[in-house]
């Protein structure tokens, strides 16, 4: 049997309120989301945090668990995969300092697979862990200092937040962030926040785990170099990855819709086993090889990324990534929050709309950047402004709730 998660003789776990969480079972496979939930999962043979309507999984001929994920469009699937694929990157985070001695945080809640990943790691290697949750984004600040936190992990949607509190955090050495790429002025803002820490990015998918590493020598425009394990190729265009962080399959796809490596998996065109249905999927097997979808090339060792297939759009027959936009557009002053869709247009099929948070006093300035940047068919054809800003469980923008609101021509 591969090795399963562990408790640490050096770990200990505290809640948002500083209590430690003492080790006691609970009724499982399917746990809730809490410091206690947490404790009682590790050494379990299978196991889930939350959806407790949801199906439990069942055990293997190796430990396996599951974790959540809602993507962009806020439909959550259940991601199963052995607890191996986890701790064979628990041995190569080691050498960023997480083990006995080491402080780590983590913002989200349990259900969220970046912060369940953040406090299984600590735990395995002997860390301390502090689930911080429960507090609001200025409160985390300041929990950050007082708690004497090194290591850190977190989307770049809670630095955002914890960028807007007050003090600073000395002891912060390390600041793992996923999900997205970090902007300039939000590298800044961490600077100012943890001047000690270095930020070192990675980027991957629930599907993946760990993709490709960002550090000092990362091009500004890529998402860093192979993740030790990991090997990466394109094939038309699409990313496709081979490493031990796999997952098997989605929970709720049909039993034989599994890890290439398991019996009889679905087959689709090209000898392509698919872990989704038809309708849904993008991501797929391939000989060993997973895509999700992606997009992009690789230079000199480094991955760039376009965006998502499934994102893509034509616009006047040049296909554009609604995600370069948004990147470009949450770099320019004014602007705090982009998300850029497509809408129907008579001459063109399709044209861009940009929908934003911020000051819609710099208007002006953010479009006659947009057009001389991307020029005049790429560029988003107005800013629509909110007041607020949906977001789903995970952090990520809630694109579908954008589109809802959406009213064109305004």
Known sequence: MTEGFRWHPAARLFDSA???????????PVLPDSPQGLAAAIGLPAFRIGAPDQPAPLPRDQPVFETLTS?????????????????????????????????????????????????VEGLHLGAEVHLLDALRPDRQRKALARLRISHLYATPAQLRLLAEGQGVCPDLRLVLVGGSKL?????????????????????????????????????????????????IRIEAGEVWVRSPYLFLRYADAPAN?????????????????SAVDPMRGRTRWRDGWLSVGEIGRLEGGFLYLDGRAGRMVTVADQNVFPEAIEALLETLPGVTRAAVLPVPDARRGVVLVAIVLGDPGSE?????????????????????????????????TDLKALGARLAWPG
């Open 364 to 396: 002006a300035g953010i479009m006659a950047r947009l057009r001389a940047e991307l020029g005049p068919l790429k560029a988003p054809k107005a800013l629509i402004w909110q007041a607020d800003w949906p977001v789903l469980p995970s952090g990520k």
């Open 18 to 28: 500083g209590e430690e969480a003492a080790r006691q079972p609970l009724a499982g």
């Open 71 to 119: 993507g962009s469009t806020g439909q959550p699937r259940r991601i199963l995969r052995t607890q191996a694929s986890w701790t064979a990157s628990f041995a190569v985070n080691a050498d960023f300092g997480i083990g006995p001695g080491a402080r780590v945080a983590v913002l989200g809640r349990l259900v969220h697979s970046l912060a369940l990943y953040g406090a």
């Open 257 to 273: 819709a599994v890890h290439p490596a398991l019996p009889s998996p679905i087959l689709g065109e090209g000898g392509e086993a």
């Open 183 to 231: 902007d300039a002025r939000l590298r800044a803002a961490v600077a100012t926040m943890a001047p000690a820490a270095q930020l070192c990015e990675f980027y991957g998918a629930a599907e993946t785990s760990f993709i490709t590493l960002a550090d000092d020598g990362t091009p500004e425009a890529s998402v860093g170099h192979p993740y030790p394990g990991v090997e």
